[in-house]
């Protein structure tokens, strides 16, 4: 079955809100089994909507519309999917009741447009929504389904989730499941020829590649006849991305993110980490304690942007400054060795580049950035050469950071583990 989404809202075409629902209600009803080939963002305007309309009755047989349910008179939607399908808008008793019960928690007072939202057209399924005064609404017609959800996130996820889903999955005769693979440390041009035979192989399941920060994420996806099926065809595919990508592959759970996965590594092994910064200036210790639990391993951060603070604060020799300089894999070296000592922890990451605009030379070029790691006094330096705006290049040399740290912890957990046998 084919779905369309409409959202409707002159402040998405403004720009003044950025369109999150349709995001969230695309990946929602590929989950459903439900092919998505079309979205329209419209504004408040009956003349356009209708038209928008039409055009997608023609060529979906589910229109999903968010937006356009509140009580002021820009609020078009519901009075025109109902003008469309030819539907009287009747007062629905129960809904004016709830919105009677929704201002009296709240100790306010109706206005008299608020009772506009307990007009449903004739005919249509009421979805409940606790969160708001609009109701969801379903309406079957003219061989299309019409689903009318609220505009705000907080009451169009759960109504969708609670009573969308469950009626999607009654209607549609398949489901898609999706598992993503992350990898970090290599980039998505060698990702994609390391994957290329599987690509050019693949039907059901398929495999997309999407490029972040740092990071390469695999998104397999199947369909089955339900959501256990599709699941079950993901497996050998997953299986084989895990072989492929054996250290640079650090989770295939959704919500685990690059900053989770060093943090619990350090968590099983009972190690900790300070992190000693110049041109990351702090974003290495913000990503990490965003993990809950991280303070069981991340026991100090230091931003020494200056090179003065290198020498008191990590012992950084004078005369390296004066002949390496600053960004040098010997400054990045004695970062830190200088953070392991004064912190007396088990690991440290240091970072020092040039993050531009500004400062650079033919020889230390704006994108220059040394990492160092250390690693119960194993230590590795890597030199990176990073493009695009300050923050660009301070957003890469973060990540780059993290997964250094990752791959000098498997290779000292690996040896250690060796060793032990």
């Known amino acids: 079955m084919i779905v369309e989404l409409i959202s409707v809202g002159t402040e998405i075409l403004l720009g003044n809100i950025v369109n999150t629902n349709a995001a969230y209600l695309s990946e929602k009803c590929a989950g459903s089994g439900l092919s998505c080939f079309f979205q329209t963002v419209v504004g408040d305007n009956e003349e356009r909507l209708m038209m928008v309309l039409k055009t997608a009755a023609e060529r979906s047989d589910i229109v999903i519309l968010?937006?356009?349910?509140?009580?002021?008179?820009?609020?078009?939607?519901?009075?025109?999917?109902?003008?469309?399908?030819?539907?009287?808008?009747?007062?629905?008793?129960?809904?004016?009741?709830?919105?009677?019960?929704y201002f009296a928690r709240r100790n306010v007072k109706p206005t008299d447009n608020n009772w506009k939202q307990a007009m449903v057209?004739?005919?249509?399924?009421?979805?409940?929504?606790?969160?708001?005064?609009a109701p969801g609404l379903i309406l079957e017609q003219k061989g299309c389904r019409f689903i009318l959800l609220p505009g705000p996130p907080n009451e169009l996820i759960p109504l969708f989730e609670n009573s969308v889903k469950p009626y999607l999955e009654k209607i549609t005769d398949s489901a898609i499941y999706s598992q993503t693979?992350?990898?970090?440390?290599?980039?998505?041009?060698?990702?994609?020829?390391?994957?290329?035979?599987?690509?050019?192989a693949q039907s059901n399941p398929t495999i997309a590649t999407y490029a972040k920060t740092g990071e390469v994420h695999l998104r397999v996806t199947a369909k089955g006849t339900d959501a256990k099926e599709a699941k079950k065809l993901t497996k050998p595919l997953v299986k084989e991305l895990k072989s492929r990508f054996e250290t640079e592959l650090y989770t295939t759970e959704e919500e685990v993110t690059l900053e989770k996965a060093v943090i619990d590594m350090l968590a099983a092994n009972g190690m900790t980490l300070t992190c000693?910064?110049?041109?990351?200036?702090?974003?290495v210790v913000a990503r990490l304690v965003n993990v809950p639990g991280c303070s069981e391993v991340l026991?100090?951060?230091?931003?020494?942007?200056?090179?003065?603070?290198?020498?008191?604060?990590?012992?950084?020799?004078?005369?390296?400054?004066?002949?390496?300089?600053?960004?040098?894999?010997?400054?990045?070296e004695e970062m830190v060795k200088g953070a392991v000592f004064t912190s007396k922890c088990d690991t440290a990451i240091a970072t020092t580049?040039?993050?531009?605009?500004?400062?650079?030379t033919k020889e230390n070029p704006v994108g220059l950035v040394f990492i160092a790691c250390n690693v119960k006094g194993a230590i590795t330096v890597e030199e990176h050469h990073f493009s695009g705006d300050r923050m660009k290049i301070r957003e890469s040399a973060t990540a780059a950071t993290l997964a250094l740290l990752r791959r000098c912890l498997l290779e000292y957990i690996g040896k250690t583990a060796f060793g032990k046998n």
């Open 181 to 200: 693979v992350k990898l970090c440390g290599v980039g998505e041009s060698a990702v994609e020829t390391k994957i290329k035979d599987l690509i050019d």
């Open 121 to 133: 057209p004739e005919g249509a399924i009421v979805l409940d929504n606790p969160n708001g005064t």
């Open 353 to 360: 580049g040039l993050a531009g605009p500004d400062g650079g």
């Open 299 to 332: 026991k100090s951060g230091v931003v020494t942007y200056s090179n003065k603070a290198k020498r008191k604060l990590l012992g950084v020799k004078k005369s390296t400054l004066q002949k390496h300089g600053a960004v040098s894999a010997k400054t990045a």
């Open 66 to 101: 968010s937006g356009g349910l509140g009580p002021t008179e820009d609020d078009l939607t519901k009075e025109t999917v109902a003008k469309y399908c030819r539907k009287k808008l009747l007062l629905n008793e129960e809904w004016k009741k709830h919105i009677e019960e």
């Open 276 to 283: 000693a910064e110049s041109c990351t200036g702090g974003m």
